[in-house]
């Protein structure tokens, strides 16, 4: 079992701003789709930078198997299925984690 990180951004500049009802039902099920593979122990951590400029950026760190596995994960995410996010994945291994992550 290895680890990967994928990293996403908008394909469409002012997404973050303003979004379409369309975009708005996708990246829904994109929260909807890593929430279950949190819930199933597959993804780590995921969340995004808070900046809405065209440099924001969001990751999504989760265990698979192999590097087709984490390919079938990845473009399975419905975001970047419908063209809505850009993603590129590499194989990542987690260093540290501390304690109080989710307290901030």
Do not use: C, W
């Not at 990293?7 to 002012?14: A, S, V």
């Not at 079938?72 to 419908?82: C, Q």
């Not at 850009?86 to 984690?97: G, K, S």
Request: glycine residues 8%; hydrophobic residues 40%; without cysteine.
């Amino acid at each position: 079992m290895g680890q990967y990180l994928y990293r996403i951004q908008p394909t469409r500049d002012g997404l973050l701003i303003e979004s379409t009802l369309e975009e708005d039902r996708i990246v829904g099920e994109h929260f909807d789709y890593l929430k279950d593979l949190s819930d199933r122990g597959i993804v780590l951590l995921a969340g995004r930078t808070l900046n809405t400029d065209r440099s924001s950026f969001g990751i999504v760190v989760f265990v698979a198997e192999d590097d087709a596995t984490a390919r079938g994960i990845l473009e399975n995410d419905p975001a970047v299925r419908a063209g809505v996010f850009h993603a590129e994945l590499f194989p990542y291994r987690v260093a540290l984690v501390g304690k109080d992550i989710l307290k901030t």
